[in-house]
């Protein structure tokens, strides 16, 4: 069945640092793909998509691009801030499927 | 912008007790959906419901029920409740099945004791 993994946390970043939190999937099919994140006590907000190979998802700095020949989904933000801290997922959905597979989740803490 | 509500942020029941989750969407979505969130283990997809008195189980519907009268509302039912049962549950909707954006709802804590 279809999968996602991404890197363990906690990661620990100071303010301005550059961020990578990798996700990796396997799935039948062609997905798409998404970040959700979750801020403290809050539901998750979708943070960005790409909906085929090669397309790149960007919203407040943030990015990741759909790699389809090493099937990842890599998220990136050049300088991170303390407001960033929150719990990031990533996640996929196939063809007419419903059900969105999540990763586990990596909790990112930004200090200054 | 969509909102999706839950009926409480946060929730204490005891062990056998009937609990009522209740979701509300504001945009006319056609498909609702019942997740729950633990650490370590992510979100794991309870049921769904593509339409009004329509329902579909996911991964892990045992003890779990739903039900969907009007298109706008879907509520999560643990007929007894129990310890196992305490964890983030989190409402999320969307326009088409597929791979259409799924919006979240706040999320409601439930504590079994």
């Known amino acids: 069945g279809d999968s996602v993994t991404q890197m363990e946390g906690p990661v620990t970043l100071s303010e301005e640092a550059f961020l990578t939190i990798n996700c990796t999937y396997t799935?039948?099919?062609?997905?798409?793909l998404f970040w959700y994140v979750q801020y403290p006590g809050e539901g998750l907000q979708l943070l960005l998509k790409?909906?085929?190979?090669?397309d790149k998802g960007s919203n407040k700095g943030f990015e990741a691009t759909y790699r389809k020949e090493t099937t990842s989904f890599h998220l990136e933000k050049g300088s991170v801030q303390v407001s960033d801290s929150a719990v990031y997922f990533c996640?996929?959905?196939?063809?007419?499927?419903?059900?969105?597979?999540f990763g586990t989740g990596t909790r990112l803490q930004v200090t200054l | 912008d969509v909102k999706v509500t839950q009926s409480s942020r946060y929730l204490v029941k005891r062990t056998g007790e009937k609990v009522f989750l209740e979701c509300v969407q504001d945009?006319?979505?056609?498909?609702m959906f019942w997740y729950r969130q633990d650490p370590g283990l992510g979100l794991r997809l309870i049921y769904f419901?593509?339409?009004?008195?329509?329902?579909e189980k996911g991964d892990i519907p045992e003890g779990y029920s739903v039900s969907r009268e009007k298109k706008e509302r879907f509520s999560l039912i643990l007929e007894s409740a129990s310890t196992n049962q305490t964890s983030m549950y989190l409402c999320?909707?969307?326009?088409?099945?597929?791979?259409?954006?799924?919006?979240f709802g706040p999320g409601t804590r439930l504590t079994v004791l």
């Open positions: 999320a909707s969307s326009w088409v099945r597929g791979t259409d954006t799924q919006y």
């Open positions: 996640a996929l959905i196939t063809g007419t499927a419903s059900k969105l597979t």
């Open positions: 945009m006319d979505h056609e498909n």
């Open positions: 790409a909906t085929k190979a090669d």
């Open positions: 419901s593509y339409d009004v008195k329509m329902k």
């Open positions: 799935a039948t099919g062609y997905p798409s």
